[in-house]
């Protein structure tokens, strides 16, 4: 049996770093008035489509049963980054597309959005993780500390749908690619009520997009924690007038010898939300 890194104490420690790493603000459902994209153009704009409802959009996002071996969820309202886009502050206008993708929001100024949250789960959980730790033999605690190391090495993938009327799906997926090339020395973003915990990448680089949809645009971007390089993946796909937003991110630096491995969103995961689109 391999040897988890964690001491008993430590689980706490890194369960509570886990579940700050997923409080970027998913919810089961939502509206959004957006911010007013300055991008324009896009392929095959369409001035009379006509938008998905909230409700629409939640019939068509991935989830239970859709894939196997991920569990969708969406986190606490008072776990989330932001209640709303518009409390979001970028330092930068033009990089705020990028920001709404990685906490969970529209990138455009969309009429709705939905969002979840997937988590790879193992296949068959163990047993002790029904148990406290203080009632744990030093087997099950082994057990449950290597569930909590294997979890925090998969990646976490934030899946959002975006609903718009005429051009504006196109329009957002500009602004996204105008980001990715206008971004590339990072940028800042800010949640109301907290200055002091401005969210800092200092770099963006376009990456090979799924080919999904009409058209897409993926991204890689690059933020420092504790001294250590974070690199996380983004992709804009439009489907229509639907545009689906992919936000992943490997948790591998959260462990005591954790070293960041190379990762992308999850190929599975696009599938699966492209076919509930088709």
């Given at each position: 049996m391999k040897r988890s890194v964690l001491s008993r104490p430590g689980v706490a420690v890194v369960a509570s770093a886990l579940s700050l790493a997923l409080a970027t603000g998913c919810s089961d459902s939502g509206s959004d008035s957006g911010s007013g994209d300055k991008a324009t153009g896009g392929k095959g704009a369409t001035a009379t489509?006509?938008?998905?409802?909230g409700a629409e959009l939640k019939k068509r996002l991935v989830g239970k049963g859709d894939l196997d071996g991920y569990r969708f969820a969406a986190a606490d309202q008072s776990e989330r980054f932001a209640s709303s886009k518009e409390e979001i502050t970028v330092v930068d206008d033009k990089c705020a597309p990028l920001?709404?993708?990685?906490?969970?929001?529209?990138?455009?100024?969309?009429?709705?959005?939905?969002?979840?949250?997937?988590?790879?789960?193992?296949?068959k959980p163990s047993a002790s993780s029904t148990k406290s730790m203080e009632d744990m033999t030093e087997e099950?605690?082994?057990?449950?500390?290597?569930?909590?190391?294997?979890?925090?090495?998969g990646t976490v993938t934030i899946v959002s749908l975006s609903s718009y009327e005429g051009d504006g799906a196109q329009k957002a997926m500009s602004s996204v690619s105008d980001a990715v090339k206008g971004?590339?020395?990072?940028?800042?973003?800010?949640?109301?009520?907290?200055?002091d915990d401005a969210e800092k990448f200092t770099k963006v680089e376009a990456e090979k997009a799924s080919g999904s949809g009409d058209e897409s645009v993926a991204f890689a971007v690059t933020g420092v924690a504790d001294g250590d390089k974070i690199v996380v993946h983004g992709e804009?796909?439009?489907?229509?007038?639907?545009?689906?937003?992919?936000?992943?991110?490997?948790?591998?630096?959260?462990?005591?010898?954790?070293k960041p491995k190379e990762y992308g969103i999850p190929a599975e995961l696009i599938k699966a939300q492209a076919g509930k689109l088709a």
């Open positions: 489509v006509k938008a998905l409802s920001a709404y993708v990685l906490t969970g929001f529209a990138p455009g100024d969309s009429t709705a959005y939905v969002n979840t949250m997937a988590t790879p789960v193992e296949a099950e605690l082994d057990d449950a500390l290597n569930s909590i190391t294997d979890t925090l090495g971004c590339a020395g990072g940028f800042t973003a800010t949640a109301k009520g907290a200055k804009a796909v439009r489907h229509g007038s639907t545009v689906a937003t992919y936000y992943s991110m490997n948790l591998a630096a959260f462990l005591a010898d954790g």
